[in-house]
């Protein structure tokens, strides 16, 4: 007699990880016609950004699309990256979880190993035909071709064509040509290859992309420098917040000789005095050899970690974009609206979660054409891809919910949700292993950590919002009343004179009196590569005044010239300070100068502030915080410092305990 | 020289599938120490119910929580399945991708053959320990006990214990339990452990859950019912949306004999005919054979497989939670809160999207203690599982959020989106493929037929609401008119009779002149196994009425009793009918009856029309649609055919391509 057991048993089986895609391909991110087509373009131009970086090319990319019959598309991706070794090309696309970048701790685009042999197994599965890759690895050589299928039974590459076929390739030194059959749908939507790839060319500037369209329709995105980012640097994992399992995976895989030599060289920011505080805090002895240690052993040691401080982690690990860079992809994108505020982009330093660095970096653009009725837009970035799935999935979402934009002039039910304004929300994460929530990277996880970087990142750059926003209202008040004054005062002195048959008096001290402002008016304008700034400021008050106005510079490298009148003080970090004496009642001052060596993006708001005056009495000028001399300043921090404190006293509170508890619920 | 493409090369490796996801837990769901416990009683908590329910046992359950340190949980979770047989142990809780239901078409929870092992693995990546599984299999035999690990590296699975260990296990006759270690966060609120089970005993009202929690209370969700649901039957494909690379997979695998018994024999739902006329539409020899076949002529054979009208898959591969269980579900959660309104629970027919067979249930809750100020609440499950997480993410919210839900009564900035108000939608998905967003099963992919077949079943939902409210407005704008009518006029009455010394005069005609209404008040009351319909009928009209009233009743097994008056007809879809005639100028009818055999919770409101009275005349009862006799109507279909027929041509508008682009569109 078998038993239910038994003849349960005779069902279980082995799944190949193909099998298992071929039958979930949502996962992937195949799951409609339209989707497949942008997924198929990404995973290859991923791949082409990832290998030019990493040879150190600038990036020529070439992506086509060409109509076979109503549903199938040919695709054609073709970059100028080194090439691939020839025996090398049937596992990379033709086997799930194959690749180079799994197990580096540094940041690129693919990791998985997964995507573009899924993009040749979805090609296969609709289209029954083989994908071809043409390599050409080095200059006088010819170029391989190979056609490859993917066995989803046991998950290996299957070699269709002719073997060893080499064909001459000679418009390009090196370089790798994908083309994959697949059943797709085209659009020009919002998302769409197009859409994917224009994102795509602004976070990666380096990078020249040709797109030619199903119907022949050629874009250029041009690259906008020569420059190639930093390549990014392997670096050993970060002690803070590894894990048991982790942990006793690397002691027991250890080439060192001791746990004093283990902390040491297999991980960064551990220094020989922070072995030994480890080792003692752990009560082991720092010569133990950690393959032999048992797991209560490797518990106290994890412990002992996990109580001490570390320094951040190296960040040439990651590659963030940059202030100049989201400046000018934002304006790229939003060329047609002219809004009316750019944010100075908020880049925070790096932080960890699970022993993984992360980086991330927000922007806000508010007004001009931007549809006020509505949702604000939201793009979201992770190493330098574009996002556009799966918006309402994705913790950079969630951080932008979680905010409450209320407080920075946004529309927002409840102080919580996608807030509703003319703005748009940038959110770029950079890590050596961005946590996405499935293998078709389309949004990230809820990872405390990263969730409370974005948000204060998000405060910082609201509260910039908010002080533009405040200026912009009491600026239009005080306008209207000095309109009303301006036109309305001479018309009573008229009529009443008239009246009263005597002379016109002489206005200026009524209506400064009724106004009592100084008011201040600047305005950049960038023309030979310099940036000229003006300022202007009318006493609009019945009295001669005189106080200190202060401007923020960006911090760093650039120059000041023909400054006129000349600042009693310039510091290193960008912020300077004219003494404006004697302005007397209804007369104006002006304050000019000119940088050179800033990015145009850089630069396009002054940040004011006045001294020695009563705030109430000025527009146009923030008070000065109190603690200018003593708190670092630089566009990248923050604009008031008594808000830098609030970050600071936020940072501290945060328990992570209780937000991932709180972020889980979503 | 070797070239940038050779050092590359020799950074490429093969990943293990194991490997993958202990650098990406997040994707399995274990991406914070609190959701890690609930997936980890997630996965073993479905294994139990899937094999109980496939071995035809009423499950019994007891899941159990210790605390180990502050960090480490130990997790208990035994059930009365068949067991497993000792040498399958291994293989299913130590290897990814092994089980027996991955291949099956039917509805079941687990499908993966990820789920547990990921949890093993969770478990030793976390507290460095191995799984514990105690498994009975016969009645009079001991039970094997194995621990068990996972080589990351290998994706296979290490015996870590004694060998071939045995233990008397006498308090069951065959069962499985296991043990594991983790890492976890044990909280009380929305989303946890007690929260899962809770759901998952309201839908699974055959299963007998029992849980203790770390601190030893015990919580027990009695089973509500000795039937199994029936058990879920394999069947073959479905041609509808079947793709051209599984059409290849299953041709050349196919034993039958040529194209034709191909056909007929490896899908569901192709009859001789159909057979015939797709190989004619291919125009492919019915003798053909399909191993043999190219990709070309598999084309033609998909164009002409799509081109044709199939019948819907059998339903026997599902299991729908029905209606009164949806009723019982949703009543059991909201005891407390005391909602005015449970809309007859909506199950559409079954449908198919990519070959796959699946069903949607929708249910709406209005009114009551629930809060009227914040977001509908949303309850969703997929094949009888509860998800908790990524509501953002799934399709089922997304439906939610693609209805406008202003037509229905409910709050809803722009007409999208989560609508505002105090009501819980309910959404279940059962399937025999549920497309899954990840391998951590907590949302559904946009499928556009999923989607349009879920906003169908909610608009229906929706349209009762609304009927509902407007019900409920008209009743209550009435009753005001009728308070000020009945309480104003005899003191105006009184008054000018006084005024004027005359008696003052009787005020029924003129206070049913002013009123000029029918007014239908009803109630239903649950007493000793049977339902008690009480209708009562006040003329205030200044005629004498006479009108037909009708009541649609559940269609199916029940019986009436005690009717008074008799109705003149009974049909037998539920659809009652009354003749009342001679209801005199302010004087009262009654109707009343009794059900038998029903439900308790399948009947609470009365759906009551009225025909042959001027429908202005009327409050309490709908008018009659007029075609009453020709469209079939049940509580399961819909309350107002002219509705009904609204729905049929919103189907018949679908283009699926266009949902495809808009719903990719999240």
Redesign the interface.
């Known amino acids: 007699m078998t ?4 003849q ?2 005779k ?7 193909s ?2 895609f ?3 391909r ?2 992937l991110g195949f ?5 497949a087509l942008i997924m198929a373009v990404k995973e290859a131009v991923d791949n082409a950004l990832d ?1 030019c970086e ?2 150190g090319y600038l990036p020529e990319i070439m992506v086509k699309l060409d109509r076979v019959d109503e549903k199938e598309f040919h695709l054609t991706v073709e970059d100028n990256g ?4 020839p ?2 090309i049937p ?2 696309f033709g ?1 799930l ?6 197990h ?1 701790i540094r940041q690129s685009r693919g990791q ?2 997964i995507g573009i042999s899924a993009t040749v197994m979805y090609g ?6 083989a994908a071809r890759i043409t ?1 050409k ?2 200059k006088d050589k010819p170029a391989a071709v190979k056609e490859i299928m993917l066995n ?1 039974k046991t998950n290996s590459p299957v070699e269709t064509g002719e073997k060893d076929k080499y064909i001459m390739w000679d418009e390009k030194e ?1 370089g790798t040509r994908v083309e994959i059959n697949l ?1 797709g ?1 085209y ?1 020009a ?3 769409s290859v197009l859409e994917y790839l224009k994102q795509t060319a602004i976070v990666n500037p380096h990078a020249s992309i040709i797109f030619v369209d199903p119907d022949g329709k050629k874009s250029i995105f041009n690259r906008a420098t020569d420059k190639l980012p930093p390549c990014t640097k392997e670096i050993r994992p970060h002690p803070e917040g590894i ?4 942990l ?1 995976n690397m002691g027991r895989a250890s080439r060192t000789r001791n746990l004093r030599d283990f902390l040491k060289t297999d991980f960064s920011r551990v220094s020989e005095r922070v072995a030994n505080e480890i080792c003692e805090r752990a009560k082991l002895s720092e010569s133990i050899k950690t393959p032999s240690m048992r ?1 209560e052993q ?2 106290s040691l994890l412990g002992a970690m996990q109580s001490m401080k570390y320094l951040p982690p190296q960040t040439d690990c990651l590659s963030p974009i940059g202030e100049a860079l989201i400046r000018k992809g934002l304006k790229n994108v939003l060329d047609e609206t002219k809004p009316e505020f750019y944010s100075p982009p908020v880049s925070r330093a790096a932080r960890v979660y699970a022993g993984n660095p992360f980086q991330v970096e927000v922007g806000i653009v508010y007004g001009g054409n931007l549809t006020a009725d ?1 949702q604000v837009t939201i793009l979201r970035f992770a190493n330098r891809v574009p996002l556009l ?5 994705c913790a950079l ?2 951080s932008i919910e979680a905010v409450d934009w209320r407080r920075y002039g946004l529309e927002q ?2 102080g919580e949700g996608i807030p ?1 304004g003319p703005a748009i929300i940038m959110v770029h994460l950079a890590s050596t ?1 961005v ?6 990277k389309e ?1 990230v ?4 950590e990263i969730q409370a970087e974005i948000e204060l990142a998000l405060r910082e750059c609201g509260r910039r919002l908010k002080v533009h926003l405040n200026k912009k209202e009491t600026k239009s008040k005080t306008r209207a009343k000095f309109e009303i004054v301006q036109e309305i005062l001479p018309l009573i002195a008229q009529k009443s004179a008239k009246i009263v048959g005597r002379p016109v008096p002489q206005l200026h001290g009524s209506i400064t009196k009724i106004m009592n402002v100084v008011w201040v008016e600047d305005e950049v304008k960038y023309d030979k590569k310099k940036h000229h700034i003006t300022i202007n400021i009318w006493n609009y008050t019945p009295r001669t005044v005189r106080f200190n106005l202060h401007a923020v510079l960006p911090a760093g490298s650039f120059e000041m010239e023909g400054a006129e009148p000349q600042p009693i003080e310039i510091k290193e970090d960008g912020k300077v300070t004219w003494e404006l004496r004697h302005i007397k009642a209804t007369e104006k001052s002006e304050v000019k100068f000119a940088l050179l060596g800033l990015d145009p993006e850089l630069y396009d708001e002054n940040e004011l502030y006045a001294s020695g005056i009563d705030p109430t009495n000025i527009i146009g000028a923030d008070p000065l915080p109190g603690d200018w001399d003593v708190q670092r300043l630089s566009v990248t921090e923050v604009a008031a410092p008594e808000l830098a404190e609030a970050v600071v006293e936020e940072e501290e509170e945060i328990d992570y ?1 209780e937000q ?2 709180a ?4």
Do not use: C
Request: proline content about 3%; overall charge neutral.
């Open positions: 038993s239910i057991a038994d349960l048993a069902k279980q089986k082995e799944i190949s990880v099998e298992f071929e039958r979930n949502q996962i799951d409609s016609a339209t989707k290998a990493e040879a080194p090439g691939i070794v025996g090398m596992n990379v086997r979880l194959f690749g180079s970048r799994f580096a998985q190993g296969q599965i609709t289209s029954g035909k390599s690895t080095e989803t090196h059943a749908r659009i939507s919002r998302q894990e048991l399992g982790t006793m797991l490797y518990k509505q799935y799966q918006q309402g999935a979402t969630r039910r409840g509703y292993k946590p996405f929530t499935s293998e078709a949004a996880a809820s990872i405390p305990d991932k508890e972020l889980s619920d979503d």
